[in-house]
């Protein structure tokens, strides 16, 4: 990590690695530079808005619409949501582009594919992130 800082990616931070885990010597799991980018991308979709109490704007709208019917609508507003709030709350990066299509096999399941670059070490990166829609069949 010290050798990446004076390479001058110590601006990507580093942080408690998310989710919550321990290392084979019982510390913290930490993550660093563009991994750390990725799981604050992550923490940013997974969030929803209101449930941080001093910041009820940040997070993602995407489980306001977990109960939304399977339709081109549902995905404009996916991807509306997601390109949001990442370009709100990711500074480091630049997002190049949000798709989000229908799991064949699997239509209650969209994949949100996030291509981003990070803007100090003009790195590119692809995020897929499941998102599950509960139709509310049993």
Do not use: C, W
């Not at 995905?75 to 630049?94: G, M, N, S, T, Y």
């Not at 239509?107 to 790195?123: A, C, G, M, S």
């Amino acid at each position: 990590m010290a050798n990446e800082i004076e390479k001058g990616k110590g601006f990507l931070g580093a942080g408690i690695a998310f989710p919550l885990g321990l290392t084979e010597a019982d510390h913290l799991r930490m993550n660093s530079l563009e991994d750390h980018v990725r799981q604050s991308i992550q923490l940013i979709l997974e969030t929803a808005k209101g449930e941080r109490v001093m910041r009820p704007d940040f997070g993602s709208g995407l489980r306001d619409l977990v109960f939304s019917p399977v339709s081109s609508a549902t995905l404009a507003l996916v991807r509306h949501e997601v390109q949001d709030a990442v370009i709100r709350f990711e500074p480091r990066i630049d997002v190049l582009g949000v798709t989000v299509s229908i799991t064949p096999d699997r239509p209650e399941r969209l994949n949100i594919e996030l291509k981003y670059r990070v803007r100090e070490t003009d790195t590119l990166f692809n995020l897929v992130y499941p998102f599950y829609l509960d139709r509310g069949e049993t």
